[in-house]
């Protein structure tokens, strides 16, 4: 490692110590403090490799995450019962304070989507959908507006939220399903679905991501498009990595690394017609585009996106 990831990892073990320390991760001045400097270190795009990373640190970066994932899970019920005390809680998704990233990354998936599907898919799966389904509400209002959406999360609590969330809105009650369920006890119900989106924190620890997306591939249906959320760089601290090999029995159409304040990096996958393939297979290369869009980055000309793909995202 270099004089700046090093420095980089020493403040970010810093600050899991602290996060370790406080009596709780629900929403408070401390907890917020320390997520706002963490997420700040980890958004520039530092050429840092977890993989290569100490075993010390390898295990901090695993404490590190499971924290992140639960003072998530608790910013997201505080709003989601904040939200649901108004008439209406879809008109004021602005109050959460991250619904821009999630407006940005909902946009991102679609695009990347979009390139891969002959018509829009009528009934998506979103896997750990948690109390605050911000992801596929944008996606039911803005992008699939005549899709069903079936939400999977193992906590019934998080599921009574969301459902609360949309009820106040018919239309889209009428085409939000929540099923409280452990998807690797789901088997047939995965094979109605066109496209199956997989949030970045189920599976937190890699053998376990591993299980979900081979127990997708044996389960959807072939031609059946896979979103997966992953992390790239040092965003790497905030959630899992995802490479396109661990995606066995799927064909990778896309791999795509957000430079902006979009965390998660997403990567598109087909299940084969064939049925489950034996490995992961590849059809995306880096192309002129992409290298220069990193080149532009590196020289700080602006928020840019660098891709594995062959075009640029649609308007």
């Given at each position: 490692m270099g004089n700046e990831e090093e420095l980089l990892v020493q403040r970010i073990s810093e600050i899991c110590d602290s996060i370790s320390k406080l009596p709780s991760l629900s929403p408070s001045e401390?907890?917020?403090n320390l997520f706002t400097e963490l997420v700040h270190l980890c958004i520039p795009v530092i050429p840092i490799d977890v993989v290569k990373l100490s075993s010390e640190v390898q295990a901090m970066r695993s404490?590190?995450?499971?924290?992140?994932?639960?003072?998530?899970?608790?910013?997201?019920?505080?709003?989601?019962?904040?939200?649901?005390?108004?008439?209406?809680?879809?008109?004021?998704?602005?109050?959460?304070?991250?619904?821009?990233?999630?407006?940005k990354l909902s946009h991102l998936e679609y695009s990347l989507l979009s390139r891969y599907v002959a018509s829009p898919p009528a009934r998506?799966?979103?896997?750990?959908?948690?109390?605050?389904?911000?992801?596929?509400?944008?996606?039911?209002?803005?992008?699939?507006?005549?899709?069903?959406?079936?939400?999977?999360?193992?906590?019934?609590?998080?599921?009574?939220?969301?459902?609360?969330?949309?009820q106040g809105d018919p239309g889209m009650a009428a085409r939000m399903a929540f099923h409280t369920e452990d998807v690797l006890a789901v088997t047939h119900a995965l094979r109605g679905y066109d496209v199956v989106f997989l949030a970045a924190l189920v599976g937190i620890g890699?053998?376990?991501?591993?299980?979900?997306?081979d127990h997708l591939a044996r389960h959807m249906a072939p031609g059946a498009l896979l979103v997966a959320r992953s992390a790239h760089g040092a965003r790497a601290f905030l959630y899992p990595v995802v490479e396109p090999a661990d995606l066995k029995g799927f064909e990778v159409l896309t791999v795509h690394h957000p430079a902006d304040e979009v965390i998660n990096s997403?990567?598109?996958?087909?299940?084969?017609?064939?049925?489950?393939?034996?490995?992961?297979?590849?059809?995306?290369?880096?192309?002129?585009?992409c290298e220069m869009m990193q080149v532009f980055h590196h020289f700080g000309h602006g928020s840019m996106m660098e891709e594995v793909a062959?075009?640029?995202?649609?308007?």
């Open positions: 401390d907890v917020d404490k590190l995450i499971k924290l992140c994932g639960e003072a998530e899970g608790l910013l997201e019920s505080h709003y989601s019962d904040v939200l649901t005390s108004f008439d209406n809680p879809l008109d004021h998704l602005s109050l959460f304070p991250y619904y821009s990233n999630y407006l998506v799966a979103f896997v750990g959908s948690g109390p605050l389904p911000l992801s596929s509400v944008v996606l039911a209002a803005r992008h699939m507006q005549e899709a069903e959406l079936h939400n999977y999360d193992l906590d019934a609590t998080a599921n009574a939220r969301a459902r609360r969330l949309v890699h053998d376990d991501k591993i299980r979900v997306v997403v990567i598109v996958a087909r299940k084969p017609q064939g049925g489950h393939a034996a490995c992961a297979t590849a059809v995306v290369r880096p192309c002129k585009y062959l075009e640029e995202l649609p308007s």
